[in-house]
């Protein structure tokens, strides 16, 4: 029997102050793991981002190319950037 195809829909949702970026700066790494462990297992991830997380990393090129899953990004690249916590 084939598995059926399955994705999940992750929607992150705006905290603390949303006149500045600080709330999705300390979930940037959490972000991060939650790709990881998708990565882990083939699991198709959706992300939906509010306004103030999208702006965050709409600010860092490598932090788009990450969201992307951008293919000039090895896993083991992902890995070490994940590690370094990378902030503004």
């Given at each position: 029997?084939?598995?059926?195809?399955?994705?999940?829909?992750?929607?992150?949702?705006?905290?603390?102050?949303?006149?500045?970026?600080?709330?999705?700066?300390?979930?940037?790494?959490?972000?991060?793991?939650?790709?990881?462990?998708?990565?882990?297992?083939d699991?198709k991830?959706?992300?939906?981002?509010?306004?103030?997380?999208?702006?965050?990393?709409?600010?860092?090129?490598?932090?788009?190319?990450?969201?992307?899953?951008?293919d000039?990004?090895?896993?083991?690249?992902?890995?070490?950037?994940?590690?370094?916590?990378?902030?503004p």
């Amino acid at each position: 029997m084939r598995p059926y195809p399955t994705f999940f829909v992750v929607h992150f949702e705006t905290g603390g102050d949303t006149r500045n970026l600080k709330h999705p700066q300390a979930f940037w790494q959490a972000t991060i793991d939650l790709m990881d462990c998708a990565n882990q297992f083939d699991a198709k991830l959706t992300l939906q981002f509010n306004p103030q997380r999208a702006k965050y990393i709409l600010k860092d090129p490598l932090k788009v190319k990450i969201v992307r899953r951008d293919d000039s990004i090895k896993n083991t690249q992902l890995n070490s950037l994940c590690k370094r916590r990378m902030h503004p």
